[in-house]
Antibody
Framework: QVHLVQSGAEVKEAGASVRISCKAS????????LHWVRQAPGQRLEWMAW????????KSSQTFQDRVTISRDTSANTVYMEMSGLRSEDTAVYYC??????????WGQGTMVTVSP | NFMLTQPHSMSESPGKTITISCTRS????????VQWYQQRPGSAPTTLIY?????PSGVPDRFSGSIDISSNSASLTISGLRTEDESDYYC?????????FGGGTKLTVL
């Protein structure tokens, strides 16, 4: 079965960093682009960044480019998203999602990150 | 980059047909594919439509997608509305290496 399983909820203080993992099953992270999308409570989906399956290059939205780092461990078939300088407005559910044929076809279950002021 | 604008909320009765629009702010709607997602409360989104009008296996043909170049918009049409269609719906497209989501439409079926 094809799955993306993310790490558990995090509570952080403002200014701290958070690292979320996204483990793929049923496919390899070197075969599909993986993206990160977040959703603040009651708000829209917001695209953050992605990692190229072939060479591991990453690209982030301008909104996040200074604070977000995407990486991968191909031996663990896992992709990571690290965000630094957390602020209260970063409180959100963070999703990883596989991109196939232009769509996000497989999503992780989401990771709730709560940032206390 | 461009924006995708959706109506904030819509409501319709069971059995009826509804069309949710997604208007692109700049650049042609035809220049990149549009996808549509359904998101139920507390769950991750699921794909309803990809590449403007394609349906993944398992998505009922009550859901259909289209684009209209004249209005520079995409549309998701749901026919034979059911109470379980009550969800948030998002359009999505891409450009210049970025992905863009619409603001989402909350559909009420009553």
């Amino acid at each position: 079965q094809v799955h993306l399983v993310q790490s558990g909820a995090e509570v952080k203080e403002a200014g701290a960093s958070v690292r979320i993992s996204c483990k793929a099953s049923g496919f390899t992270v070197t075969s599909y682009a993986l993206h990160w999308v977040r959703q603040a409570p009651g708000q829209r989906l917001e695209w953050m960044a992605w990692i190229n399956p072939g060479n591991g290059d990453t690209k982030s939205s301008q909104t996040f480019q200074d604070r977000v780092t995407i990486s991968r461990d191909t031996s663990a078939n896992t992709v990571y998203m690290e965000m630094s300088g957390l602020r209260s407005e970063d409180t959100a559910v963070y999703y990883c999602a596989r991109n196939w044929d232009y769509a996000f076809d497989i999503w992780g279950q989401g990771t709730m990150v709560t940032v206390s002021p | 980059n461009f924006m995708l604008t959706q109506p904030h909320s819509m409501s319709e009765s069971p059995g009826k047909t509804i069309t949710i629009s997604c208007t692109r702010s700049s650049g042609s709607i035809a220049s990149s594919y549009v996808q549509w997602y359904q998101q139920r409360p507390g769950s991750a989104p699921t794909t309803l439509i990809y590449k403007n009008f394609e349906r993944p296996s398992g998505v009922p043909d009550r859901f259909s997608g289209s684009i209209d170049i004249s209005s520079n918009s995409a549309s998701l049409t749901i026919s034979g509305l059911r109470t379980e269609d009550e969800s948030d719906y998002y359009c999505q497209s891409y450009g210049s290496g970025n992905q863009v989501f619409g603001g989402g439409t909350k559909l009420t079926v009553l």
